[in-house]
């Protein structure tokens, strides 16, 4: 059933504003996936905090204009599914990536990040990316190694001389 102008206006506006927000997304080739298979990677997806849309190309493409993810415009043809990464730039990633190691029909076609469209092999690598919980979690690692080091350093002092007098005892006792 074809769609009447408001519906279409309405997807647009709907993928727009997902877009103007989003950190990042990925445009996959769904052909071959069962029905099955295509909820089972939109319930990971919502599970992931990452909106999962198929949209017609022709409305796709009037969505991401004048977005970050304006770059994909020219690539998108054929059956796409676009996620868009809300919370983390890898969440997208991430999904595709892991349901497309067990599902050979999901084909990685785009991938776009902060306006760039990378190579559709480097989503591995945007799918590594920390999230912003581990991104903290390192940098405060990072932030306290220094501090540590100094405090088990200035500790070392003491105990050295201690481990010192103990042995200059043990000797005398033994002598």
């Not at 939109?42 to 304006?70: G, M, S």
């Not at 991104?135 to 070392?156: F, H, R």
């Amino acid at each position: 059933m074809p769609l009447n102008r408001e519906q279409k206006q309405a997807i647009v506006a709907e993928v727009a504003d997902v877009a103007s927000s989003a950190y990042s997304a990925i445009a996959a080739e769904y052909r071959g996936l069962t029905v099955d298979e295509m909820t089972e990677l939109r319930k990971e997806a919502r599970n992931n905090n990452v909106y999962l849309r198929v949209v017609k190309n022709t409305l796709a493409r009037r969505a991401v204009e004048e977005t970050d993810f304006e770059c994909m415009k020219d690539g998108m043809t054929g059956p796409l599914v676009l996620a868009f990464s809300q919370e983390d730039p890898g969440a997208a990633a991430r999904v595709i990536n892991d349901f497309a190691k067990s599902h050979d029909d999901l084909v990685v076609r785009m991938v776009s990040i902060s306006g760039k469209l990378l190579e559709p092999s480097e989503i591995s690598t945007l799918a590594k990316m920390p999230t912003y919980e581990q991104a903290i979690s390192i940098l405060m690692a990072t932030m306290k190694a220094p501090v540590q080091k100094l405090a088990s350093t200035l500790n070392e002092v003491p105990g050295k001389l201690v481990r010192t007098i103990a042995a200059i005892r043990d000797a005398k006792e033994a002598g």
